[in-house]
């Protein structure tokens, strides 16, 4: 089955400074991955997804960045965070089948 | 924006009564999918029901999906304090560049007090 791991838990970093999020995926190849938000109290809001390599959809304007440099590894960046960059950053990677989505236990950042 | 929309946003029952939320989306899908997330962690899996099946059961988990109506219904039976959390139903579609994408409602909080 598959696994997905997310660090670290919890961020705190300042406006302006640089971020990185990783996300790696176990048990499977060649997954499509997700990157989502999730405000306080909201619903999930999809960022970036991969089906491959050097592929990158995003989906909504942003001061975000993804990459996927591995195949089983998907990495969320930012050169300069802004406060609005506050939230709940959720990995997903695609079971498929009656099997939905697996998620990462995702990554809460405050920037102050 | 959001492509489906839960209601109620919050719902407060008793161990034991059955709870029941409903979903609603806009566009076409190829299956819709309902999750759980217990506070601050991830979201886990609960059912799929595909874009050509009308209901699907699961435990104590039932879901409905009205393609003409483009709505679902989420009903736990005999609730328990376990199944306190956020539920979110998410309705997946191809994407014509490749890959299928997730989109998300805005979730119903249920508590279910002893």
């Known amino acids: 089955s598959q696994t997905i791991h997310q660090w670290p838990a919890t961020l705190v970093q300042p406006v302006g400074s640089p971020l990185s999020l990783e996300c790696t995926v176990e048990?499977?190849?060649?997954?499509?991955l997700y990157w989502y938000r999730q405000a306080a109290g909201r619903g999930l809001q999809l960022l970036f997804y991969s089906v491959g390599i050097g592929q990158i959809s995003s989906e909504v304007p942003q001061n975000l960045s993804a990459s996927r440099p591995q195949d089983r590894q998907f990495i969320l960046s930012s050169k300069k965070l802004l406060l609005s960059d506050s939230g709940f950053y959720l990995c997903?990677?695609?079971?498929?089948?009656?099997?939905?989505?697996?998620f990462g236990s995702g990554t809460r950042l405050t920037v102050v | 924006s959001q492509q489906g929309e839960e209601d109620p946003q919050a719902l407060s029952i008793q161990e034991g009564e059955n709870a029941t939320m409903n979903c609603s989306y806009k566009?076409?899908?190829?299956?819709l999918q309902w999750y759980r997330q217990n506070s601050g962690r991830g979201l886990v899996h609960l059912i799929l029901?595909?874009?050509?099946?009308r209901e699907k059961h699961s435990g104590r988990l039932r879901v409905t999906l009205d393609t003409s109506k483009k709505s679902s219904s989420l009903l736990i039976t005999a609730s328990r304090a376990a199944d306190t959390a956020s539920y979110f139903c998410?309705?997946?579609?191809?994407?014509?560049?490749?890959?299928?994408?997730?989109?998300f409602g805005t979730g119903t909080q249920l508590k279910v007090e002893l």
């Open positions: 048990g499977t190849s060649n997954p499509n």
């Open positions: 998410a309705t997946e579609k191809n994407q014509p560049g490749g890959g299928n994408k997730l989109t």
């Open positions: 997903a990677c695609l079971r498929g089948g009656f099997y939905g989505y697996t």
């Open positions: 029901i595909r874009s050509n099946e």
């Open positions: 566009t076409s899908i190829n299956n």
